[in-house]
């Protein structure tokens, strides 16, 4: 596909509501869908995020999304291009924002018309799942049938290095608490994890333990409730940040490392779930 000839030649910085990517990992053509053109908002403040300041007049609206999504998913079909997925990430927290519902309900729907082998991707800190209406619309959505893939960040197994990596204000717990509950009633979802430096420092052991124990439990619960977590995501930093050098990517036995020691885990435990790397 001619990426930009469908997206209005806008970056996602530049104010793109739909920006088509070759991604490493959905193995191809992803469709991103960016909620936020104007400026980045987020729960979280991540210090690898990748999103450089800017800010720019667009203006989102369900309308805006569903007349460039359509148009870049029949421009992909008469190409001939496969879409391997449609996929909610953009400049914050897609939860955040008042259209989020809508627009998942329109992008359903125009993935249904156009594309229908694509997945319907959303990629979340979770911190949406301590409102109550988003914990419903979620549930319900990825229950579906070829419903909606949720990808949930995990980036910590302890309330310190969640303070570190993340640097949120919302308490570890309130925020694992809610994952639990997603995970007790039965949905299936993804987990994904960075890992990297912070100022110099590598998660230390008992934040590895702590994450080792957490990502197991959540998979345990789902498999449980009939949901089962599809994949443990674990990522490295590959791209520039804002903040660098602040993080600092780490080598990739690092990275096979923590998914190996998972692996067993999960194994030894019964559990069905597995972890890989990106
Ligand atoms: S959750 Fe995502 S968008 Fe928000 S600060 Fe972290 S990396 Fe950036």
Same mark, same amino acid.
């Given at each position: 596909m001619k990426i930009?000839?469908?997206?209005?030649?806008?970056?996602?910085?530049?104010?793109?509501?739909?920006?088509?990517?070759?991604?490493?990992?959905?193995?191809?053509?992803?469709?991103?869908?960016?909620?936020?053109?104007?400026?980045?908002?987020?729960?979280?403040?991540?210090?690898?995020?990748e999103v450089f300041p800017?800010?720019?007049?667009?203006?989102?609206?369900?309308?805006?999304?569903?007349?460039? %999504?359509?148009?870049?998913?029949? +421009? !992909? /079909?008469e190409n001939g291009e496969t879409v391997k997925d449609i996929c909610f990430s953009g400049n914050g927290e897609p939860t955040l924002s008042p259209e989020f519902p809508e627009a998942l309900e329109t992008a359903k729907a125009l993935r249904d018309e156009f594309s229908a082998g694509a997945k319907l991707v959303l990629i979340t800190n979770g911190t949406g799942l301590l409102d109550d209406r988003t914990f419903s619309v979620l549930a319900?959505?990825?229950?579906?049938?070829?419903?909606?893939?949720?990808?949930?960040?995990?980036?910590?197994?302890?309330?310190?290095?969640?303070r570190e990596i993340d640097r949120s204000d919302i308490p570890f717990k309130r925020l694992t608490g809610a994952f639990t509950a997603f995970a007790a009633q039965g949905s299936p979802f993804t987990l994904q994890t960075m890992i990297c430096r912070v100022n110099g420092v %590598?998660?230390?052991?008992?934040? +590895? !333990? /702590?994450?080792?124990?957490?990502?197991a439990a959540l998979a345990d619960t789902s498999e449980k409730a009939g949901g089962g977590i599809r994949s443990v995501q674990i990522y490295g930093k590959v791209r520039p940040a804002p903040e660098d050098p602040l993080t600092e990517p780490v080598p990739r036995e690092t990275l096979d490392r923590r998914a190996a020691l998972l692996n067993?885990?999960?194994?030894?435990?019964?559990?069905?779930?597995?972890?890989e790397v990106f």
């Open positions: 930009g000839a469908v997206s209005d030649h806008r970056t996602r910085e530049g104010g793109a509501i739909i920006y088509p990517v070759y991604s490493r990992r959905s193995r191809g053509l992803s469709v991103g869908i960016n909620l936020f053109p104007d400026r980045k908002l987020c729960s979280f403040d991540c210090p690898y995020c800017f800010r720019t007049d667009i203006v989102f609206s369900v309308d805006t999304m569903k007349t460039a %999504l359509s148009s870049c998913l029949r +421009e !992909a /079909a319900a959505a990825a229950k579906r049938d070829s419903g909606l893939h949720i990808w949930l960040k995990l980036d910590a197994g302890t309330e310190a290095w969640y %590598l998660p230390p052991p008992e934040e +590895e !333990a /702590a994450w080792l124990d957490l990502a067993e885990t999960l194994e030894c435990a019964g559990i069905a779930a597995r972890a």
